[in-house]
């Protein structure tokens, strides 16, 4: 593989000679400085890729937290909307009775009221004959 790397190589250089008229060579030096700064360009992009895939692992850790939360407050949801059923039957039970008892309280209202309005009609009766006879102004 070497070998056919230095041919490439040595291959690029006639191409550049044909091209710019300019000469240049390969030497050892010049080799180990290409892959020299091959290698940093190597490096970098690797350190861009790992960084890069360490931000999308905690993102997807993240999700799957969220996911966890979430599974978590649907159970209490659940649960909640359970309690919340059964006070809304509580309460609809509660206004029921409440509701029999405020016509009962009606209807002894009314009662009381006629009670009330005859008993009044006698004072008055009685309060009218009593000072028509004893000659006092009501």
Known sequence: MAMALQDAVAEMCGDYFQRYRRQTHVTPKSYLSFIGGYKSVYD?????????????????????????A?????????????????????????????????RAAETV??????????AQKLVDDIAVRCCCRCSVLV
């Open 44 to 68: 970098a992009r690797r350190s861009d890729i790992g960084r890069l895939a360490q931000r999308m692992n905690t993102g997807l850790r993240k999700l799957v937290d969220a996911t966890a």
């Open 70 to 102: 979430v599974s978590e407050l649907s159970a209490e949801l659940a649960a909640k909307e359970r309690e919340l059923e059964a006070a809304t039957t509580k309460a609809d039970e509660v206004l029921v009775e409440v509701t029999a008892s405020a």
């Open 109 to 118: 209202k009314a009662q009381v009221q006629k009670v009330k309005d005859k």
